[in-house]
C-alpha cells in the first residue's frame, strides 16, 4: 500500500464488447473523483506516442469507456463523454456508470408501499438498464430501515433524478467501477484513521447549527395530503423545526420515515473538519483504493480548541496526478444517526 503522496497512475480505454482500444501512452495528468449520491467524473492528457495516435482517434463517446488505475489497481471506470485532440495532445472527460441512468427512463409502471429505500433503488437501477445493459452489478450493503411509498409511471423523469430523490430520504449510494452500491445513510463501516499528523496544517474543527431541526416535517404528494413528522422540542436544544416537500412520498408511513432520516442527518449539532476538500499529507498512509464515499473514517485532531475524536462520513474523494506529483482530497461530512420518532 503506497501513501497518500506515492500513487502512479495509468490509464487505458475499452470497447463496449470488452476489447481494449488503446493504452494511454504518455499519461501527463490524471483527476479522478468518488461522490456520494451523484455522478463521479474522471479526466485525463495524453501524450499520445507512436502507434497510440492512431488508435486514440478511434475513441468516441459513449461507445468508449476510459478505466483508471493506481498503482495497478483499478479505481474508476466510466464511459467517455468528450474527448478533444489537439496537435501532440489528447484529453478525455469521463463519468462514472450512473450517468447511463441520467440518459434513462422508467420503462415499467411501479407502485411500491412499505418497501425499503435500498429495494426500491435496485428496481429503478435494474429497470433502468434492462433494455441495454453497459455492464453492471448492484450490491446492497444492508437495509436502509426507511419505508418508501413511490410510484413510478413509464417514460417520466429521469431514472438518475429518481435514484437522488430517494438519497434525500434515508439512502446512500455510490459507484464502485461497474458496480453501483446501495446503503443505509447510516452504514458507519471505517476504513481507516487519520490524526492529526496525516492531516494538514491550518486545520479548522467546525459546528455547524445551521441545519439543525428538532422536529422535522415532510409533505409528500399535494394530492393525497400525505405528511410525516418526527421529533419535537428538544430538552437541550429547545424547539426548531423545519418543513419541506417531497411530492415523490406517496404514503404517510413513507413521509414519517423520510422526517426522521432528515432529522438524523442535521441532530444533533454536526461537528466536522470545516473544509470542502481536506488534502491528505503526502505520508499518510492510507489505502486510497479503499476511500470509498458512504464508507467512513475515524478522526483523532487534538490541534485546536475542540478536540475532535468522532466517526465521519466519506463524501468525496479526488485524486490528481501530474509531473508534480500526486494530491489525495477527501471530503468529509457528519454520519447520520439512528434516532426514533
Known amino acids: ?34 461522490v456520494l449520491d451523484d455522478v463521479s467524473t474522471a ?13 486514440l482517434g478511434r475513441v468516441r463517446t459513449w461507445r468508449h469507456k476510459l478505466v483508471v488505475a493506481r498503482d495497478g489497481v483499478v479505481v474508476w471506470e466510466g464511459p467517455i463523454i468528450q474527448a478533444e485532440w489537439s496537435y501532440g495532445k489528447v484529453e478525455l472527460w469521463a463519468s462514472d456508470i450512473l450517468v447511463w441512468l441520467d440518459r434513462r427512463v422508467p420503462h415499467s409502471n411501479a407502485t411500491f408501499t412499505g418497501a425499503d429505500l435500498t429495494d426500491i433503488g435496485a ?20 437495509p436502509a430501515n426507511v419505508e418508501g411509498g413511490r410510484e413510478y409511471t413509464v ?63 415532510v409533505h409528500g404528494d399535494q394530492n393525497s395530503g400525505v405528511q410525516g413528522v418526527s421529533g419535537g422540542t428538544d430538552a437541550y436544544y429547545g424547539l426548531l423545526e423545519r418543513s419541506v416537500d417531497e411530492s415523490s ?28 476538500e481536506v488534502t491528505l ?3 499518510a498512509a492510507v489505502d486510497v483504493a ?14 485546536t480548541c475542540r478536540p475532535l475524536t468522532q466517526r465521519l462520513k466519506i463524501a468525496g474523494v479526488k485524486v490528481e496526478e501530474d509531473g508534480d506529483g500526486e494530491s489525495v482530497q477527501v471530503t468529509l461530512a457528519p454520519l447520520s444517526s439512528e434516532l426514533e420518532d
Open 155 to 217: 417514460d417520466d423523469g429521469q431514472t438518475g433524478d429518481h435514484l437522488r430523490d430517494l438519497a434525500d430520504t434515508g439512502l446512500d449510494y455510490t459507484a464502485i467501477g461497474s458496480t453501483i452500491v446501495l446503503m443505509p445513510e447510516t452504514w458507519s463501516a471505517s476504513v481507516g484513521l487519520l490524526t492529526d499528523v496525516d492531516l494538514p496544517e491550518g486545520l479548522i474543527v467546525a459546528e455547524d447549527g445551521s441545519q439543525l431541526a428538532t422536529r422535522f416535517v
Open 281 to 283: 499529507s503526502p505520508e
Open 249 to 276: 412520498v406517496k404514503t404517510d408511513a413513507s413521509a414519517r420515515a423520510a422526517a426522521r432520516s432528515r432529522r438524523a442527518a442535521n441532530y444533533p449539532v454536526p461537528v466536522f473538519l470545516a473544509s470542502d
Open 123 to 142: 428496481w429503478l437501477i435494474e429497470d433502468g438498464f434492462a433494455p441495454d445493459d453497459p455492464g453492471h452489478t448492484v450490491e446492497i450493503l444492508g
Open 1 to 34: 500500500m503506497s501513501s497518500a503522496g506515492c500513487g502512479v497512475h495509468s490509464a487505458f480505454i475499452v470497447d463496449r464488447d470488452g476489447a481494449v482500444v488503446s493504452n494511454a501512452d504518455v499519461l501527463i495528468s490524471v483527476e479522478w473523483n468518488r
Open 290 to 303: 479503499k476511500l470509498v464515499p458512504g464508507w467512513c473514517v475515524d478522526v483523532a485532531s487534538q490541534a
Open 43 to 55: 479526466h485525463v492528457i495524453i501524450n499520445p506516442d507512436g502507434d497510440c495516435c492512431a488508435q
